[in-house]
C-alpha cells in the first residue's frame, strides 16, 4: 500500500466526486483517479455499496472527494489557481471548464460544474501585474479588471501603454 499524502485536499460533492475526479485526469496534466471507496454501510446521503470517496490528484495535488451530500456547497473561498504558459493552453483549460457545464466569472475565474472555482492564471498576467513599475503593473491590472478569459495579448498591450 502506498504511503498517504501527508497533506490532502478533501473536497465535499453531492454524489458525483467519481464524475468530478474522472474530468479533472482528463483535463489537466499530472491529474488521475486512484481509490474509489464504497460506503461499507447506509450513510445520511446514501447506500451501501454508493461512491463515498475518490482518491484522486489534481495538476500533482492530492485530494479526496468526498461525496456528503447536498448540505454544503463550494464557492470562491477556494479555487485551484492554474499558471498557464500561452493563450492556448489558457483557451483549452477555461474552455474544457465553461464547456463542460461550468460558468464563466471575472478576472480569469470560472466554476466547473460541480462548483469548484478556478483562476486560470496566464504567467504574463502575473509577471504584469507584480511589475515594479506599478504605472505598468495598474495598466495590466486595469486591463484584466474588465475580462472574464484572460487575453494575454490584450493584457500585455496594457502593460506596455
Known amino acids: 500500500m502506498d504511503k498517504p499524502a501527508k497533506n490532502t485536499i478533501c473536497l465535499w460533492y453531492d454524489g458525483d466526486a467519481e464524475d468530478a475526479a474522472r474530468f479533472y485526469a482528463r483535463t489537466f496534466p499530472d491529474s488521475s483517479v486512484g481509490a474509489v471507496f464504497r460506503a461499507p454501510g447506509d450513510f445520511p446521503s446514501g447506500k451501501k455499496g454508493d461512491?463515498?470517496?475518490?482518491?484522486?490528484?489534481?495538476?500533482?495535488i492530492p485530494c479526496l472527494g468526498l461525496n456528503g451530500g447536498p448540505e454544503f456547497t463550494h464557492n470562491e473561498a477556494f479555487s485551484f489557481q492554474v499558471a498557464t504558459v500561452d493563450q492556448d493552453?489558457?483557451?483549452?483549460?477555461?474552455?474544457?471548464?465553461?464547456?463542460?457545464?461550468g460558468q464563466e466569472s471575472v478576472c480569469g475565474w470560472c466554476k466547473d460544474k460541480w462548483g469548484i472555482s478556478w483562476q486560470i492564471t496566464p504567467i504574463a498576467l502575473t509577471k504584469a501585474v507584480t511589475d515594479p513599475d506599478t504605472a505598468a503593473a495598474k495598466r495590466a491590472f486595469d486591463a484584466m479588471m474588465q475580462m472574464k478569459k484572460i487575453d494575454i495579448a490584450a493584457i500585455e498591450a496594457a502593460y506596455r501603454g
Open 89 to 101: 493552453e489558457t483557451d483549452r483549460y477555461w474552455n474544457a471548464i465553461v464547456g463542460n457545464g
Open 51 to 60: 461512491v463515498l470517496t475518490v482518491e484522486f490528484t489534481v495538476m500533482g
